[in-house]
């Protein structure tokens, strides 16, 4: 039994589904089930989530157990109080006024069950805020003055669903669970599953391409996993699986770090692990990790508005500067002379307390070293963009930004010292996957950046490797997810 449904017998009225077992709560948390296997999804409609309630106490001792409760303890504490209102992205508050603004009332309440309402023109906004929390019936308070806020989310019981909702729910219910065995029919030969989450609307930006992809399936089924490509609007069904491995350009005010951090709370394999796109995405981080670490990196400078004259006494010009946050090269400038240093850091002071200041070097390539498991597994050069100084070039008006050639060797014969300090660099951050940008200049090696999503594209990244690459990778979900299951 993969999925179990925890509810009142009084509440019965939902209905029963195929491959799911409704439990008592009590029978629950009284006769342990030897036959239910780790990550059992456990769906909680107890009557209460109250602290030290009965719902409390099934998804409290269904983490204890290994199982995956939907809400979990996390979910529940969150939806207690205001504290679910703090979680609100900028993203899902501007869907909240779209979607909200033909209302003639300043009160409304919008019931989710299962993801849905039953009013059609509110499923965006339905599966964006089932995403967020995740509990299976959730009641959401909204009230607007100037603009709409939401006011109070709560989860609720079965009992509590009003009479006239309660037909729409328990086809709500049957409609997810008929999804959940119907959306992704298992090979024998696979014993995991595993979410890759990507973005197809990020272009040539995106971490993987549609082949890379397709090719990480592949090499996960021949590993044992079924894998299955989801986006944000799938984040419901996080839950479903053993493993999620983020495709998608990662930020810690996104939805990629809310989505990691979840997952491992809920004791799956992540990669990225949200500690990577912390540290990773976080170039102030770097800067101070690397120099503790005493590994060689360009003289680098953390600007703050009292120290910003003396950057150009300390480095000569042209010098690079950073937003903390930036990727692909956009948030990363070169100052040429004093004054464009000191416009340059105005505009970045205005969105970021700290700002990197760093010395130039001019080389023809970057040395991208990818690390996996505390191994070097490729080497590639990436050369800057024609006519530029780095490797992306973003131009005015062009969608997507033009990118010099590159070049993939064995990771053997890639220059020794190279490898040597972006392994180092790496297992600074953890044991995951990262991508190295190192400078050579005149033989010396110096690391620029560890990049917690690094690049898999087809014919780049495995030109060498090939599908070995790949499977690599899902050999390294196996034993993290073998690994997990034995010490809980």
């Known amino acids: 039994m993969n999925t179990i449904l925890i509810a009142e017998s009084q509440d019965r009225w939902l209905g029963h589904f195929e491959g799911v077992e409704t439990i008592d709560p009590r029978d629950y948390l009284s006769k342990p089930d030897p036959t239910l296997r780790r990550a059992t999804r456990v769906y ?19 983490e ?11 979910t529940i504490q969150d939806l207690h109080g205001t ?42 906004l339905c599966k964006e805020l089932y995403g967020l929390f995740q509990a299976p019936l959730l009641r959401f308070k909204f009230s607007r003055r100037n603009h709409w806020r939401l006011r109070r989310v709560s989860a609720i019981a079965l009992n509590a669903v009003p009479e006239n909702h309660r037909e729409f729910v328990a ?50 089924e021949s590993c044992g996993i079924a ?60 800067a101070e990790l690397l120099s503790r670490a005493k590994i060689p990196t360009p003289k680098t400078l953390v600007v703050h508005r ?20 930036s990727a692909f090269s956009q948030g990363v400038v070169k100052a040429n002379d004093a004054n464009e240093l000191m416009l340059q850091l105005t505009r970045f002071f205005a969105d970021s307390e700290l700002v990197i200041a760093q010395e130039y070097m001019r080389t023809a390539f970057d040395w991208r070293i990818g690390v996996l498991d505390q191994r070097a597994v490729f080497a590639c050069k990436y050369h800057m963009a ?81 599908d070995e690459l790949y499977r690599r990778i899902m050999e390294s979900f196996v034993r993290s997810i073998e690994n997990n299951k034995q010490t809980s």
């Open 44 to 62: 909680n409609l107890s009557r209460s989530y109250a602290y030290q309630s009965m719902g409390y106490y099934v998804s409290l001792l269904a």
């Open 64 to 74: 204890a157990r290994g199982h995956r409760p939907i809400p979990d303890v996390q």
């Open 83 to 124: 504290a679910a209102v703090r979680l609100i992205p900028q993203h899902l508050d501007e869907l909240i006024q779209s979607s909200l603004k033909p209302l003639t009332t300043d009160d409304f309440v919008l019931s989710v069950y299962f993801g849905d309402n039953l009013a059609k023109k509110y499923d965006r």
């Open 171 to 220: 086809e709500a219910a049957a409609k997810h669970f008929a999804r959940r065995s119907t959306r992704r029919p298992k090979r024998r030969s696979t014993r995991y599953d595993m979410a890759i989450l990507h973005n197809p609307d990020e272009g040539d930006l995106a971490p993987s391409d549609p082949a890379a992809l397709k090719k990480l399936i592949k090499a996960a």
């Open 227 to 286: 894998a299955e490509l989801i986006t944000r609007s799938d984040s419901g069904r996080l839950m479903e699986f053993d493993a999620l491995f983020i495709r998608e350009t990662t930020a810690v005010n996104h939805h990629t770090y809310r989505l990691a951090r979840r997952a491992a709370a809920a004791g799956m394999v992540v990669v990225d692990d949200p500690l990577s796109i912390l540290r990773c995405t976080n170039k102030v981080y770097l």
């Open 306 to 325: 009292r120290n910003a004259a003396e950057v150009a006494a300390e480095l000569n010009f042209p010098c690079v500067l950073k937003r903390p946050d």
């Open 386 to 466: 024609r006519g530029h100084w780095q490797i992306a070039k973003h131009e005015t008006g062009r969608p997507q930004p033009r990118f010099g050639k590159c070049e993939t060797l064995p990771v053997e014969i890639a220059p020794r010292r190279a490898v040597a300090i972006a392994v180092k660099a790496a297992n600074l951050i953890g044991n995951g996957l990262y991508g190295v940008d190192v400078k050579e200049v005149d033989g010396q090696f110096f690391v620029i950046e560890v990049n917690d999503n690094p690049n898999l594209d087809s014919g780049v990244e495995d030109a060498v490797l090939r």
